[in-house]
């Protein structure tokens, strides 16, 4: 008969607030060596790598990211005019139709169309912070404007109004944070005015479609189910609070890595299959995602102990793309490593990031941009990293010397 997870004396994970992220991994592999379940402040926690695989797939296990404020401001505040009825709360039934609409403009192929004005940006932006054959930098600065400017792109949207994106990415990333109290009017004023901007984006495109995410959206259709209008808001909303920050923080996390390692960059030139390789490893290595949380819908039983709805699970993806247990050497940062896209760093199950394709055309074409205009990269000072309790973690500051290729 299984355990109820209530009776189980389980260790309470150590919350630890070192910024240095070996650190942090350190710690959580200690806590794993009592075993793979232990309690968090607000349930459970998995800490291993295959145990985090197996219940990421379990249907019984639904997403938690709709929750995520609540537990820090409380019910019954002005967050609850928001609408939460898109893709990253949605289960079920809802959720297979809504990934089967929106898959096509996801995929590899769809998203491969972008690769060129990637390169191009990164080009151009590295040409502008080149003032001498040789200069130092704060990469995590400079390029954290990129993923906004692919993601404009994509949607087709006046260059003049990326500025204003970015403030919405900024709003939507308070969602998931403690600082999401106290900001509970800003939040709900400024989703809003964003909810109406994509509102009359979507009419526009209704009456002028071109070759563009939105149009594509538009245009998507299985057996006569389209999407509606509010179904494309919460998505646009989706990929700015999905896309914008784990991507800026990963680059800079990958440029972090890579200035210590100059025989790793200098195989970067012009070397996409390297590349991608050196992309999944930083996934691995040093995600933006630390931890994920779902919530119980249905009674289950997982190892002899049983779990009841509305409790809560957190992954400690940070953790499991550590395991000593699934990958060798799992502390060394090894870009020859054969199972590196085994991470779980976009997820996995029916929640598997819808962004992952995006992410990692966004960081691969990134790096061989970075490389064609930067000949050598090291590091100016130390990297400044960001507190681990964010729900978007990384690399806040990178100071690099530069210097610049000759060609």
């Known amino acids: 008969m299984a355990t109820p997870v209530e009776e189980l004396d389980l260790p309470l994970l150590n919350n630890h607030s070192d910024p240095d992220p070996e650190v942090e991994v350190e710690n959580l592999a200690r806590q794993s060596e009592h075993g793979w379940l232990a309690r968090f402040s607000f349930g459970y926690v998995v800490l291993d790598y295959d145990d985090a695989l197996a219940l990421l797939r379990e249907r019984q296990l639904h997403q ?7 537990l820090f401001t409380g019910e019954g505040t002005a967050l609850d005019q928001l609408n939460r ?5 949605a289960e079920g039934d809802t959720h297979t139709r809504l990934r089967r609409l929106v ?18 940006y990164v080009r151009e932006l590295a040409g502008q912070l080149a003032t001498e054959p040789t200069f130092v930098v704060d990469a995590a600065a400079e390029l954290q404007r990129y993923p906004i400017a692919v993601i404009c792109h994509h949607l087709n949207v006046e260059r003049a109004d990326w500025e204003l994106f970015s403030q919405w990415a900024e709003t939507t990333f308070l969602l998931f944070s403690s600082a999401a109290k106290g900001n509970e009017e800003r939040i709900v004023r400024e989703m809003k005015e964003f909810s109406a901007y994509c509102i009359a984006l979507i009419d526009e495109r209704r009456q002028h479609p071109g070759d563009d995410l939105i149009s594509n959206l538009i245009a998507a259709e299985q057996e006569g189910d389209r999407l509606t209008t509010r179904e494309m808001v ?16 990963q680059l800079a996390n990958a440029l972090a890595l890579l200035s210590l390692r100059p025989e790793v960059w200098a195989r970067l030139d012009g070397d996409p299959e390297f590349a991608a390789h050196v992309v999944e490893e930083s996934l691995r290595y040093l995600n933006p995602i630390r931890f994920v949380i779902r919530q119980v819908h249905e009674p289950f039983e997982y190892r002899g102990v049983s779990f009841s709805p509305g409790s809560l699970i957190a992954f400690s993806l940070a953790g499991a793309n550590r395991d000593v247990n699934h990958f060798d050497h799992a502390g060394d940062f090894d870009v020859a490593r054969p199972g590196a896209r085994d991470h779980l760093t976009f997820g996995s199950g ?7 394709a995006l992410a990692r055309a966004e960081l691969q074409e990134a790096l061989l941009a970075l490389r064609a ?3 050598h990269i090291e590091p100016a000072g130390d990297v400044v990293w960001k507190d681990q309790h964010l729900a978007v973690w990384g690399a806040q500051s990178v100071p690099l010397r530069v210097t610049t290729a000759t060609r």
């Not at 938690?64 to 609540?70: G, P």
């Not at 029916?350 to 992952?356: D, K, T």
């Open 64 to 70: 938690a990211s709709q929750l995520v404020s609540a």
């Open 85 to 89: 009825e898109g893709l990253l709360s």
């Open 103 to 120: 898959a096509g403009p996801f995929s590899p192929r769809a998203i491969d169309h972008l690769r060129p004005f990637m390169s191009q």
């Open 234 to 249: 919460s998505l646009i909303q989706g990929i700015i609070a999905a896309g914008t920050d784990t991507t800026r923080n």
């Open 350 to 356: 029916v929640h598997h990031c819808l962004g992952a």
């Open 373 to 375: 205009r930067w000949a």
